[in-house]
């Protein structure tokens, strides 16, 4: 076996793998999070009127629905978190592969001896 076909038998996976890749990356490529809301921890100012007056509801209701909110809101919170984690799939270790045979076939090709 030659060495433009040992580069031509490693080429074309490669090429195919890193184009797979390439469009897996695009489609896996999220909108970025809007930034969450600081949340707050002092008091107050004086000026500003506070959650519980501007709050049509009584306390009661309004912690209880502030309770079934996060009960039914937490399912989705958790897959958000879980889709902005960094995980390694098959396909970007196939692309490695890839890469590393492209180098290995142009490496060979161009230490080929001529003739």
Do not use: C, H
Not at 12 to 40: E, K
Not at 53 to 74: F, H, Q, T, V
């Amino acid at each position: 076996m030659n060495v433009r076909a040992l580069f031509l038998f490693w080429l074309v996976p490669a090429l195919m793998l890193f184009w797979a890749g390439a469009a897996q990356a695009q489609s896996d490529q999220a909108p970025p999070a809007a930034p969450q809301p600081a949340l707050r921890t002092a008091a107050p100012a004086a000026d500003e009127p506070s959650a519980v007056a501007a709050s049509p509801l009584p306390a009661g209701i309004e912690k209880a629905l502030e309770k079934a909110l996060d009960r039914k809101l937490s399912p989705i919170m958790r897959t958000l978190a879980e889709m902005q984690e960094q995980k390694i799939k098959l396909t970007d270790v196939l692309g490695g592969l890839g890469y590393i045979f492209g180098l290995v076939g142009v490496a060979a090709y161009f230490k080929r001896k001529p003739g």
